[in-house]
């Protein structure tokens, strides 16, 4: 199986203010000559708050543009990463500020099928995690609702979250339209200790797309994003059970960050490292 690999948008330019990942107001329209250059066949859009006065995916014209440079140097859009969601989280909110925040989901949907994406990835990690059973039916209620945009957009929803084997698979038996999906991020799930096989078990038959990147899991609890190879990640495991679903989506590398100033060469050898293993 050929494995298909993007970058996540940002990872192709130098931090701004510091950030660890947010959209490239500065280098946005240059990341495309670079993805061509590092080799990689899409970027995974993001939509967040630090970005969201410069996003070119709002306007007409901006999406204009990005269409223009997609043809240009012959780099896909299939996604959007949905970090507004983690600025202001669908839950532990007011209700006025639910109804804002599902409208945004909305227009991301809408945005998404614009740019020629048929996902949207929503983060229900970190500040935007689900801690309660309140707040999962808070979660899937709102989710119904979009399902009628997602379903006209033709744009899926893949959920990232924090959850382990049996509670997300429990999770998802209330949530069984074909349009919500599970983003699986092998980063995330070895820095909280859980293993692959047993959550491609649980679930992987609804795993849509996957993030790569590794991640440490410390004696203090705190979690750091390694270089891929260097963290607690087992890719023997997890490529194992990617193979065993018939896996045929595409590699968003959401990897630690190399030099500022060598993003690209930085991205190749991570690039190389998981298509040793993966091959």
Request: charged share 25%; hydrophobic share 40%; glycine share 10%.
């Amino acid at each position: 199986m050929q494995a298909v690999f993007g970058v996540m948008q940002g990872r192709l330019s130098a931090p701004e203010e510091g950030r660890f990942q947010s959209f490239p107001r500065n280098s946005w329209r240059q990341e495309f000559m670079r993805a061509r250059e590092a080799g990689i066949g899409y970027i995974e859009w993001i939509y967040d708050d630090y970005g969201a006065s410069a996003n070119p995916i709002a306007t007409v014209e901006g999406r204009a543009e990005i269409s223009g440079l997609k043809e240009q140097y012959g780099i896909q859009t299939p996604a959007i990463c949905g970090d507004w969601l983690m600025d202001f989280p669908l839950i532990r909110c007011s209700e006025p500020e639910h109804e804002r925040r599902i409208l945004v989901l909305h227009e991301m949907l809408h945005w998404a099928r614009a740019i020629g994406a048929s996902r949207v990835v929503l983060p229900f990690v970190d500040a935007s995690s689900i801690r309660t059973k309140e707040e999962e039916s808070l979660v899937i209620r709102l989710l119904e609702r979009s399902l009628p945009v997602s379903e006209k957009t033709g744009v899926e929803m893949h959920l990232e979250a924090d959850f382990g084997p049996s509670r997300f698979a429990d999770f998802l038996a209330r949530l069984t339209h074909p349009m919500i999906k599970v983003n699986y991020d092998t980063g995330n799930s070895s820095g909280l200790g859980y293993v692959a096989r047993e959550e491609f078990a649980a679930y992987g038959k609804r795993i849509g797309s996957i993030h790569i990147k590794d991640r440490l899991r410390n004696p203090d609890g705190s979690v750091t994003t390694k270089p891929l190879g260097q963290g607690s990640a087992d890719f023997g495991d997890v490529f194992e059970c990617i193979r065993r679903i018939g896996y045929s989506g595409g590699f968003t590398l959401q990897v630690a960050r190399g030099d500022s100033g060598d993003e690209v060469n930085w991205i190749k050898q991570q690039v190389a490292f998981v298509r040793s293993r993966w091959n």
